[in-house]
């Protein structure tokens, strides 16, 4: 077999922002054969810290910023990631904000929710059930009526799972912190794009 059909791991690096105000750690890729897709993966990172440290800092008042991330797969071609941030401006309530990117490592295209999976699959009314079933089984406190999710909703992929996730107090209470939702992916086989992320990790 050619070293160039071996899927490994990604090589990651950790990369550093600190000033008075900033504290940020986030990954850097290096090694990949499509340099192309190293440096679209690495400047969709970079971007993405950017704009969290932004939203992250509250109005005009001085706001201490720290980030780290996690990798939640790194195999088969996938690179999916968590960059967790928070905002503390001296308030009661210091601000959590955690989003991720899912890469495909031959392109370095970013995959948002929408192309995982098959187009007319009705996706979104299938994965609002299965997390409306898991708030009910699970008794997870939640603001209002729960309407479903997003067609852009925040997830990563970790071993066969898909984990949706909502941002802190968006549909349950500030103290209950970021709800996460996990999904067998072998569940979703029906629906999925052959060519998506998703059918990688089966």
Aim: glycine share 4%.
């Amino acid at each position: 077999m050619a070293l160039a059909l071996i899927k490994l791991p990604v090589n990651t690096c950790n990369m550093r922002i600190v000033t008075p105000m900033l504290n940020i750690d986030y990954p850097f890729v290096y090694g990949i054969i499509n340099l192309i897709a190293q440096q679209r993966i690495n400047q969709t990172i970079y971007n993405k810290v950017l704009e969290m440290i932004n939203q992250l800092q509250y109005m005009d008042i001085p706001t201490y910023v720290s980030m780290s991330y996690e990798l939640k797969t790194n195999e088969k071609n996938v690179l999916s990631l968590s960059l967790i941030g928070l905002g503390d401006f001296r308030g009661a309530h210091p601000v959590t904000l955690v989003k991720s990117l899912n890469f495909d490592v031959n392109t370095g295209k970013n995959y948002t929710l929408i192309d995982l999976f098959k187009p007319g699959s009705n996706y979104v009314q299938v994965l609002s059930d299965m997390v409306a079933q898991q708030i009910k089984q699970r008794n997870i406190p939640i603001l209002d009526e729960f309407k479903g999710i997003r067609p852009d909703q925040d997830y990563y992929i970790a071993d066969r799972n898909l984990i949706l996730y909502f941002q802190q107090a968006e549909i349950t209470p500030y103290a209950a912190g970021i709800p996460y939702f996990s999904i067998l992916i072998e569940d979703l086989q029906d629906i999925i794009s052959d060519t998506g992320l998703l059918a990688r990790m089966i």
